[in-house]
């Protein structure tokens, strides 16, 4: 690398506050041409926000934002656009109804000179596209109708290839599995050798110390160090972003993991022979109480559908569930949860409502334990505040919309619910997609409480780290089929990856 | 809680730093019709000195009476983001069931079945729910999109109505449903009463029952109520038939309120019962208004038509007024949307 590439963008004491929550304080940073620019901190840390400022989607913030030496101030992401800077937001934005073509172009639909939409051409570039992305998907297709990390793959395609020179991605790994990922760096890569700038934010330590070459730390709205990435470790980011030493986390699951012996209770959850399509060939399973059993496999292995089968929201071809011995008919969702069976979604667009308050998203599937004729809102309150502080979630108001926290504050909100009046089954889907290390760790410390309430506890991810950090059994999930089982033994990550 | 009728349903109580401008901008929704219904008070009581009297407050309170009891059902439906457009055609039908299970004089040439009063009247409440059921169903159970079932059952409930009174005239109805729709009691009338009493029971439930509460999370997020065990396909079922029975009340009082029960009686009632809920600023997209927001919605509209009738214009013209002064209101209903959303992210 050359020594100083000049800097093509920079943020001078720039500061964000939204109402009383002050997400950004006085902070410098700077991106070059041709660097790929990690960004790393706990959740509500400011990084999304700081991100927003330069796509233009926040105009209203305190600074001096420098594009090429020139002031600007970008006043929609328009402009943002037309100065060359895409990004990928940590929500996936896509357009379900539209085909994956169209999502590719969203925006940019290639055109003839009668201002007539090319589709043929629009197809067969959007399927180039993907294919260096390595993603082989119909470009004809519905978008909703690909799983989840595909989806992200195509909107990540998106903003590859509009030909912007500033790339910002926020957490796009968080959906995708280790081939998916590695396919992206080599993307990234390129794209770095053409002189293009990115900017790469990610709770996965190791992902950022092997893309990234420079390392910008974020703690509480503050930027807390810029480092080249060569002269630092995992131990030293992770002690910088939490700002206290943090001994066992630097430990990452790489090591030998020992699984618990067997727990003792009795199964309360046992599904038997379910198939549904090409996702689910044959499973059976059993889960008993107070053990928490993991289901590793690449995305799109059908460890969706097999999360979403076990909560009643696809009914199985052939197969059935039990839920404490008894049958689980058609009865959707409602169905399930009477039985006793939660679920927590892998988005959280899917769980959580963005426009409510905390409290409201909290007490959703507990309310009949809440109200008789009518709700009781005090004790609803109490019972959210209550939650808020066991997670620390942040900030911590119970009246706080949704949708104004960051990313891993919503998802402490979505297991919070389970926390006070714990089911009998929890169907959790990739539990800590998009959560900093000590969240994770909280996450870890919640699941472990619940255990050792006497819950059965399904964990569905195509992390290993998550599985490995929480279960004491694994399965293995490889296109729809069981392929292996680790119990009572010694696994790692790499044996795992190995099985899948 | 927060008892202010007009809020308590969409307010969260602004968090204590939050600028003025903020709250404006995230209660836009609530704030822009009422600033509406003010001006447009403010501005006939000038123009016209026949408008502020008591008399006419009494007027206006009468004339959105029956609007009021099909919007307050409506409400619930549109909180769940679907829509009814069968709302009038259910009331006529019900308003012409009922005086069809009522012995009619001789000269009225229909071929009734007669049973007494209360019977003719839960029938009447049979027949309204029976439409609710047949839109519920073909909302949840088919899969057909709300627009298009009660587009559908629009149709059916007139056909219902035209074979009942095959162009005939009724007069006469249950003496209950009569003095509900044209008495009163201390001068106040009936109907007006009975509006507010299903527009506040509509609102209680709305927001202090566990059914509230899921309407409008359904209507904010269906994917997550159902992901959250939220029997969601009960809720929209439920709202369907909540809507036809509470338009089957307002056919049944309107009929007696208007003195005859005969064919397409209730048409105008659609447009009027859709813009009183969207005009108040409840969402279209679900999940954000309710029964307060519709209450001032009705009074928009109430003051609007009534105050157009005080002051000297083209009555054509004031056709045209009503359009514009609807089209605004949608205007506001999508911009606070997309303000929230922006505020919110
Ligand atoms: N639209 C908004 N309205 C109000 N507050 C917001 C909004 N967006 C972010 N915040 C607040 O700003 C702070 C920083 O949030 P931000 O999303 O930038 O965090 P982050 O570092 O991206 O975290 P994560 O890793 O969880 O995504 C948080 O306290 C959050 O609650
Ligand atoms: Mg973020």
């Known amino acids: 690398m050359a020594d100083a590439p000049p800097p093509i963008l920079s943020l001078v004491g720039v500061s964000k506050a939204f109402g009383g929550v002050q997400a950004l304080q006085d902070v410098d940073f700077t991106l070059r041409a041709g660097e790929v620019h990690g960004l790393v901190g706990e959740n509500g840390a400011g990084k999304s926000t700081m991100m927003k400022i330069i796509a233009g989607v926040h105009a209203d913030y305190a600074g001096r934002f420098l594009l090429d030496g020139r002031e600007v101030r970008f006043r929609s992401t328009r402009d943002a656009h037309a100065a060359g800077i895409a990004m990928v937001h940590q929500e996936l934005s896509i357009a379900p109804d539209l085909s994956v073509a169209e999502n590719v172009f969203l925006g940019t ?93 990610s709770h996965f330590i190791d992902d950022i110390l092997s893309i990234a070459d420079t390392v910008t730390v974020f703690r509480n709205g503050r930027k807390i160090m810029t480092v080249p990435a060569a002269d630092t470790t995992k131990g030293g980011l992770i002690q910088s972003m939490i700002g206290r030493g943090h001994a066992e986390l630097e430990e990452s699951y790489t090591n030998d993991i020992r699984l618990a012996a067997p727990a003792a209770g009795p199964v309360v959850l046992e599904a038997d022979g379910l198939c549904l399509g090409r996702s689910l060939r044959d499973v059976s399973l059993s889960v008993r109480a107070g053990e928490v059993v993991g289901i590793y496999g690449f995305m799109g292995c059908g460890q969706a559908e097999l999360a979403r089968v076990l909560f009643g929201k696809m009914t199985p071809e052939r197969g059935s569930i039990r839920v404490a011995g008894r049958r689980l008919r058609r009865g959707g969702t409602a169905g399930a949860r009477r039985a006793g069976v939660a679920f927590v979604p892998d988005s959280r667009r ?94 870890v410390k919640i699941v472990h409480g619940l255990k050792a309430q006497g819950l059965a506890v399904v964990i569905v991810s195509s992390e290993p780290e998550t599985v490995l950090s929480m279960a004491d059994r694994i399965l293995v999930l490889r296109k729809g089929e069981l392929v292996r089982e680790f119990a009572d033994e010694i696994v790692s990550k790499d044996r795992l990856l190995e099985a899948a | 809680m927060n008892d202010d009728i007009t809020s308590a349903s969409t307010a969260h109580p602004a968090p204590a730093r939050r600028g003025l401008g903020a709250i404006a901008r995230s209660q836009m929704r609530n704030i822009a019709p009422f600033l509406t219904l003010i001006v447009l008070i403010v501005f006939f009581s000038v123009v016209s000195p026949s408008f502020a009297t008591l008399g006419n407050v009494g007027n206006i309170l009468t004339q959105v009476s029956v609007t009021g009891i099909i919007a307050a059902g409506l409400t619930f439906v549109i909180l769940c983001a679907e829509i009814d457009l069968s709302v009038a055609s259910i009331a006529n039908a019900t308003g012409i069931a009922v005086a069809y299970f009522t012995l009619q004089d001789s000269y009225v040439n229909i071929a009734n079945v007669p049973v007494p009063g209360w019977v003719a009247i839960l029938l009447a409440l049979v027949a309204c729910s029976a439409l609710g059921v047949v839109n519920a169903a073909g909302l949840v159970v088919i899969g057909i999109p709300s627009f298009i079932m009660t587009l559908a059952m629009m149709q059916i409930a007139a056909g219902i109505s035209a074979l009942l009174v095959r162009g005939q005239i009724a007069y006469k109805i249950p003496a209950l449903i009569s003095t509900l729709g044209s008495g009163s009691v201390g001068g106040i009338p009936c109907i007006v009463l009975v509006a507010a009493f299903v527009l506040l029971l509509s609102h209680l439930v709305l927001t202090y029952t566990r059914f509230g509460r899921y309407v409008y999370l359904v209507g904010s997020n269906r994917e997550a109520a159902e992901n959250a065990g939220v029997n969601v396909k009960l809720i929209l079922g439920a709202v369907m038939v909540i809507s036809a029975v509470c338009s089957g009340i307002a056919g049944m009082l309107g009929v007696a309120h208007f003195g005859s029960a005969q064919q397409n009686e209730f048409d105008t009632y659609l447009l009027d019962s859709i813009a009183a809920v969207v005009v108040g600023g409840t969402s279209l997209f679900g999940g954000r208004g309710g029964i307060g927001n519709t209450i001032v919605g009705l009074f928009v509209l109430g003051v609007l038509n009534n105050g157009l009738d005080h002051v000297n214009i083209d009555s054509f013209l004031k056709i045209l007024i009503r359009g514009l002064i609807l089209l605004l209101a949608l205007i506001i209903n999508v911009y606070a949307q997309r303000l929230r959303e922006t505020s919110a992210d």
């Not at chain 1, 942040?394 to 949704?402: G, I, S």
């Open chain 1, 350 to 443: 899917a769980m959580l409502f963005h426009q409510e308050p905390v409290y409201k998203n909290t007490s959703i599937s507990i309310l009949g334990r809440l109200s008789r004729l009518f709700l009781k809102p005090a004790q609803e309150r109490a019972l959210a505040q209550r939650q808020i502080e066991a997670l620390r979630i942040r900030p911590p108001r119970v009246d706080a919309l949704l949708g104004a926290l960051s990313g891993g504050n919503q998802q402490k909100v979505a297991l919070a619910k389970w926390l006070t009046y714990p089911p009998k089954v929890l169907v959790l889907s990739e539990p800590t997609r998009g959560m900093d290390v000590g969240a994770k760790d909280e996450v």
């Open chain 1, 109 to 201: 639909q290639i055109t003839n000179r009668l201002g007539m939409v090319q589709w043929r051409r629009m197809a067969q570039e959007a399927e180039s596209l993907l294919a260096r992305l390595g993603v082989h998907a119909d470009p004809r297709q519905q978008m909703g109708d690909l799983p989840i990390g595909m989806q992200q793959l195509v909107e990540i395609a998106r903003v590859l290839f509009s030909g912007a020179r500033i790339i910002i991605l926020d957490e796009p790994t968080s959906a995708l599995s280790p081939p998916e990922i590695a396919r992206l760096f080599s993307a990234l890569r390129h794209l770095r050798a053409a002189g293009r700038s990115i900017v790469f934010i």
